[in-house]
DNA sequence: AAGACGAAAGTGGTTGA
DNA sequence: TCAACAACTTTCGTCTT
């Protein structure tokens, strides 16, 4: 805007000075154009060349999202020497507050999604998680956030519960703990969150299969493509017989691979397989027994 | 000695009244 | 909201390699 212009932007008008209020306003309509809002000192900065040349403001503060440096709107419909406001100007007036709460809003919705995008690339790498699914799972935080679903939840629970989420519906499921590691929120509340913004985005997601975390145990047990294609095999048919509903995936995972490993000759032993599924040897060890009854199976030692 | 096996009791989450 | 329930874990003793 050209401030040399000395007429109302609205009415078009003169403007005169007020001095006593500080502020520049249209005589007609009582707008004001510009505000002086510092009456004290001001100080300037002159600091080597004097090209950089630093007004100082009011003091910052950090209890307000936008530490103290947004403007402030009166809500009375009054003009700067106590008159009512004219019809016109009363709906210039909503207009410029409603534009003032949709700025604030947005920064701090700015401020928010800058946070956890931040924090969804760090919990991210530390995952390991290809740039799709991180994509993903940003794309989720941004719903979220544009149906303030965040409010009352910690930003990093959110985060973490996106990134589960993007990890299921991309097919490359991490378990809760597995997220839960990354960072201070416990698996539960990452559980709770996620179940909260799956019914509310209607996040689309099949239940988790236990062929999804074959690839991934495998290659952690350093084990050949050969036993992952086995174990793929294995657990497609045990899905088909109806094995699997009911049981966690990870654990039925591991079971097949448990046995693919031993068909293929490269026998891990039950610890191993059921460290890096994140169950015990127990549960292995069931589900291995059920698998070999009802696939017929015979394992020799 | 290490791995595999299974029984028994305990835990956390889901479900249905 | 509470109790029943299935899946899973923990623990521990025994058997096998």
């Known amino acids: 805007m050209d401030m040399d212009e000395e007429k109302c932007p609205e009415c078009g008008a003169n403007l005169v000075y007020d001095s006593e209020h500080g502020e520049i306003l249209c005589e007609s309509c009582g707008i004001v154009v510009e505000a002086v809002i510092d009456e ?42 106590g008159r009512p406001l004219s019809p016109r100007s009363r709906r210039q007036m909503q207009r410029v507050r409603q534009w003032d709460r949709r700025t604030r809003f947005s920064k701090a919705a700015d401020r928010n999604l800058a946070y956890a995008l931040l924090e969804l690339d760090r919990m991210g790498s530390s995952l390991g998680l290809p740039r799709s699914v991180r994509e993903s799972a940003a794309h989720v935080y941004r719903q979220a956030l544009a149906k303030n679903l965040i409010r009352g939840r910690s930003i990093e629970g959110v985060v973490a519960s996106c990134l589960y989420g993007a990890c ?57 493509s050969k036993v992952q294609r086995r174990a793929n095999d294995l657990l497609r048919t045990a899905a088909e017989r109806e094995l699997v509903s009911g049981r966690g995936p990870t654990g039925v995972a591991a079971a097949g691979i448990y046995i693919a490993s031993i068909l293929c000759g490269e026998r891990r032993t039950q610890r191993e397989v059921a460290d890096v599924a994140g169950v015990t040897e127990v549960t292995v060890r069931n589900r291995y027994k059920e698998l070999c009854e009802r696939l017929g199976i015979e394992v020799v030692v």
Not at 47 to 67: F, I, L, S, W, Y
Not at 193 to 200: C, G, K, S, V
Request: hydrophobic share 25%; proline share 6%.
């Open 168 to 224: 299921r519906m991309c097919s490359v499921p991490r378990t809760l703990d597995e997220i839960a590691q990354t960072g201070r929120i416990g698996r539960k509340e990452i559980g709770r969150i996620y179940r909260f913004l799956a019914r509310e985005l209607k996040l689309r997601t099949v239940p988790t299969s236990p062929e999804d975390y074959v690839g991934r145990f495998c290659s952690e047990l350093k084990l050949s």
């Open 40 to 81: 004290g000192p001001e100080w300037r900065e002159f600091e080597g060349d004097n090209k950089r040349r630093a007004r100082t403001g009011p003091p910052r503060t950090v209890m307000r999202h936008d530490h103290g440096m947004g403007s402030q709107i009166d809500w009375k419909n009054r003009d700067a020497s």
